[in-house]
């Protein structure tokens, strides 16, 4: 039922910008804390970046003061701004959806490829 579906994805060069948007549908999308996550080949899925359902945003140290996540609840929709973007950035980003307190099972997105190569 829950449906988290990302987009704004692809090729840029290091140095640039691309800004994601991940869309939900199946949850009461304002109390849920949104993520985003990275998978880059051969490495394991790490946390980008967070914002709870209050609109705080915290942030990997890989990605502080370059990426903003922000939230547009009457869009169901969630953002990441990745500027000053660098090769160690590509990777498959993913849309999360989860409760702070872990009292549910997280919800995933399809993943979409974000590469950063000259």
């Known amino acids: 039922q829950v449906q988290l579906v990302e987009s704004g994805g692809g090729l840029v060069q290091p140095g640039g910008s691309l800004r994601l948007s991940c869309a939900a549908s199946?949850?009461?999308?304002?109390?849920?804390?949104m993520g985003w996550y990275r998978q880059a080949p051969g490495k394991q899925r790490e946390l980008v970046a967070l914002i709870t359902s209050g609109n705080n945003p915290s942030y990997a140290d890989s990605v502080k003061g370059r990426f903003t996540i922000s939230r547009d609840n009457a869009k169901n929709t969630v953002y990441l701004q990745m500027n000053s973007l660098k090769p160690e950035d590509t990777a498959v980003y993913y849309c999360?959806?989860?409760?702070?307190?872990?009292?549910?099972?997280?919800?995933w997105g399809q993943g979409i490829q974000v590469t950063v190569s000259s």
């Open positions: 199946g949850i009461f999308f304002s109390i849920y804390r």
């Open positions: 999360k959806s989860d409760r702070a307190d872990r009292s549910i099972v997280p919800s």
